[in-house]
């Protein structure tokens, strides 16, 4: 079992940036690939950026390339989603995700992953 929190949402303007943050206990996600999606209301849940377990490989989908930039800090247990040149678009709740056996891919697929947080809100006004 892994339990994920995020945090770091808010209201931001347009052009502004935010840095979410992902905290994972319960299993330490040092050798598993971890997702970032997002679901804005009246529409379905769409990736994000993903991560490998080594960081060495990222994907993003390409609504967010060039804008955002997902990390991870296996010491903190932690992944990050830097957001910059935010767009009203941008606008949804946020979640991390990990997944229920060893993958340590950079996948943009949600049925990779088992374990979601709660999501935090981010809101990027006009």
């Known amino acids: 079992q892994v339990q994920l929190v995020e945090s770091g949402g808010g209201l931001v303007q347009a052009g502004g940036s935010l840095r979410l943050s992902c905290a994972a206990s319960g299993r330490t996600i040092s050798k598993y690939g971890m997702g970032w999606f997002r679901q804005a209301p009246g529409k379905e849940r769409e990736p994000v950026a993903a991560i490998s377990w080594s960081g060495q490989n990222t994907d993003y989908a390409n609504s967010v390339k060039g804008r955002f930039t997902i990390s991870r800090d296996d010491a903190k247990n932690t992944v990050y989603l830097q957001m910059n040149s935010l767009k009203p678009e941008d606008t949804a709740v946020y979640s991390c995700?990990?997944?229920?056996?060893?993958?340590?891919?950079?996948?943009?697929?949600?049925?990779?992953?088992?374990?979601w947080g709660q999501g935090t809100q981010v809101t990027v006004s006009s």
């Open positions: 995700a990990a997944p229920g056996f060893q993958w340590g891919g950079a996948a943009l697929t949600s049925t990779t992953y088992r374990y």
